[in-house]
């Protein structure tokens, strides 16, 4: 009876929270900072039962102030664990300085994780590559040094670890194209050059499937996206095959710029990043699953995904039911407001201020008990990031909502426990001006 029990609340569990969504694009706020993730240019990798994000902290903009780590078990909600390396009063890490696409591999043999990662001066003009090594994945890292590869420029870079463990160490040489470099058996040193692309192309990355490498990267157009890219070979020393598009032609790769592709179970992940240049911290995350087979490489563009992170399983997400601000019940100051890029030409205005105003939705329908993710489009036309506690049924979480820039509402995400019938949803932030909510996205099942 005891181990029936055990094996039905597992069951439950994964069915529970299969529905947790990836929505690329929105706002993704830290489950225990009220704040949206900042970890920009990064890569994942995982230990034990945990999935680690290493990425850049870009609150400051261009200049350097943390390398943060957070962790996950469902790639989906995110914690903030601390950072990797921080600003120091001088040196590489030091004020007005560069650090970008940290990336971090663990080396089974001294049994270190290292940190490989883009150096530069505030003009980009030293090209370097950095290194860092730490003895668990998130607590802080010695840095090492910084270099100019076999001589080489560098400037976006990766990392990448073979079945046999060997490390490689991917670099973008603008003078003569990207290259892949041998690391030394501890991966703190750079031992040779592997391969050098004709092309100049940046922000690598390298998956591999049934023996076939495959290269993404994206062209070099500054902080703005474009098509992205894909290269294959059978060995990292090539020959490796012409750059073909993986992602709808013309889109800009859904408008980002390839990070790191993450193997889950025997599928793929594009991390990818929306970059919003002058406002580097309201850049968003592209996540999609990206089909590999062969030596083919595919992705298509979604509003919602969800991904089984153990089992590697990623399906197209639900049809949603939407509520209106307006339509909501607006208290404390909350009034509707005209919108033009907003459904109906309206939303919930005012949340917030000195009066608290809210927002409450007391109908909003679920077909299932379940864990699931809430879109909510909002507006936010300052140029920081604004709050609200979102309380589903009486439990309250602070979410972030980004500036959404223009007039179409963006989505910021938050994931919530629904039961089966009518639930209450509340918006409010106390004190200081909330979003205006155009609609809540609520699946319908
Ligand atoms: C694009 C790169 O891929 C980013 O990492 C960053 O270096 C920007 N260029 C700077 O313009």
């Known amino acids: 009876m005891r181990s029936f029990s055990f094996t039905t609340l597992s069951l439950l569990a994964s069915a529970v929270s299969a529905t947790l ?16 993730i900042q970890a920009h240019g990064g890569g994942m990798l995982k230990v034990g039962d945990k999935w680690y994000w290493v990425g850049e902290d870009k609150t400051n903009g261009t200049a350097f102030i943390n390398i943060n780590c957070y962790s996950s ?38 049994n270190k994780y290292v940190l490989w990662m883009h150096i530069d001066s505030a003009n980009y003009g030293e090209a370097k590559i950095g290194v860092a090594t730490g003895d668990s994945v998130c607590g802080k890292y010695t840095y090492l040094r910084s270099e100019r590869p076999l ?20 670099t973008e040489d603008r003078k003569n194209g990207l290259r892949i470099n041998l ?4 991966y703190t040193t750079i031992v040779r050059n592997v391969y050098t692309w004709a092309e100049k192309y940046e922000s690598p990355a390298i998956a591999k499937k049934n023996g076939v ?10 902080w703005n996206p474009n098509d992205n890219y ?7 020393s090539g020959p490796w095959s012409a750059w073909k598009k993986f992602a ?12 790191f592709i993450l193997p889950v179970g025997n599928n793929f992940m594009y991390m990818g990043d929306r970059w919003v240049g002058g406002e580097l911290f309201r850049s968003t995350y592209i996540w999609l699953p990206l089909t590999i087979s062969g030596t083919t490489a595919s992705m298509k563009n979604a509003v919602n995904w969800i991904v089984d992170a153990q089992s590697g399983s990623m399906t197209p997400g639900p049809t949603e039911n939407q509520y209106e601000g307006e339509s909501a019940a607006l208290s404390s100051g909350a009034r509707t407001i005209a919108c033009s890029g907003c459904s109906g030409s309206n939303a919930a205005g005012y949340i917030g201020g000195s009066t608290n105003g809210a927002a409450t939705f007391s109908n909003v329908q679920s077909s299932a008990t379940t864990r699931t993710t809430l ?22 979480q602070r979410v972030a909502f980004l500036p959404n820039g223009g007039s179409e509402p963006g989505s910021s995400v938050v994931h919530v426990d629904l039961k089966q019938g009518a639930n209450e949803v509340r918006v409010v932030t106390q004190g200081t001006w909330g979003p205006d909510v155009d609609r809540i996205m609520v699946p319908q099942s």
Do not use: C
């Open 73 to 110: 078990t469902n790639l989906v909600e995110w914690n903030y664990e601390g950072a990797l390396l921080s600003q120091t009063a001088s040196g590489d890490t030091g004020p007005g300085r560069v650090i970008e696409r940290p990336k971090v591999i663990f080396n089974k043999k001294t």
């Open 151 to 170: 001589g080489f420029e560098s400037r976006d870079s990766g990392v990448y670890v073979d079945d046999d463990g060997t490390g490689y160490l991917l």
């Open 183 to 186: 690391l030394s058996d501890d």
């Open 21 to 36: 969504q990836i929505v690329p694009g929105a706002t993704w706020t830290a489950t225990n900072t009220g704040q949206h």
């Open 213 to 222: 490498y495959f290269m993404f990267a994206s062209q070099l157009t500054g």
């Open 248 to 259: 709808d032609s013309g889109s800009n790769t859904y408008a980002s710029q390839t990070t």
């Open 375 to 396: 879109r909510i489009k909002h507006l936010n036309g300052d140029s920081k990031q604004r709050v609200a506690d979102v309380s589903v049924n009486g439990k309250t």
């Open 230 to 236: 894909y290269s294959t070979a059978t060995s990292l």
